[in-house]
C-alpha cells in the first residue's frame, strides 16, 4: 500500500524557514517522479515545485523561486522542501505527491498518482 506523510508544518513569523519533509511508503521511491503542492483557504491547490527521480532536474512555481528548494533522498524514501524567507502568501495545507513518470519534473496535479494528507504551515506577517 503507497502512503506519503507529510511533516514539519507549524506557525511562523515572515522571513523565518520552515523544512518540510515527506517519508514515502511506495515499492522503488526512486522510480517515481515527486512533488510539492499548496492549497490555501479557498483556493484550488497549486504546483509548488517538482523533482525528477534522480534529483537532478527541478522545476519551481515562480513565486517561490530563489525561497525553496526542494530535493529528496532516495535511500530513505523521503522528499524534502526547503522553505527560506516565507511571506504571509506562503500560508497553506501543503502537499507532497509522487509521479509515474519518474524522468520528468511534472507541474499538473493531473500528472500524480499517489497523494499524502497534507501539513499545515501558517506564516504570520
Known amino acids: 500500500q503507497v502512503q506519503l506523510v507529510e511533516s514539519g508544518g507549524g506557525l511562523v513569523q515572515a522571513g523565518d524557514s520552515l523544512r518540510l519533509s515527506c517519508a514515502v511508503s511506495i515499492r522503488s521511491f526512486s522510480n517515481y517522479g515527486m512533488g510539492w503542492f499548496r492549497q490555501a483557504p479557498g483556493k484550488e491547490r497549486e504546483f509548488v515545485g517538482s523533482i525528477n527521480w534522480s534529483g537532478q532536474n527541478t522545476k519551481y512555481t515562480d513565486s517561490v523561486k530563489g525561497r525553496f528548494t526542494i530535493s529528496r533522498d532516495n535511500a530513505k524514501n523521503t522528499l524534502y522542501l526547503q522553505m527560506n524567507s516565507l511571506k504571509p502568501d506562503d500560508t497553506a495545507v501543503y502537499y507532497c505527491?509522487?509521479?509515474?513518470?519518474?524522468?520528468?519534473?511534472?507541474?499538473?496535479?493531473?500528472?500524480?498518482?499517489?497523494w499524502g494528507q497534507g501539513t499545515q504551515v501558517t506564516v504570520s506577517s
Open positions: 505527491a509522487a509521479s509515474r513518470g519518474r524522468f520528468y519534473t511534472p507541474s499538473r496535479l493531473t500528472e500524480y498518482d499517489y
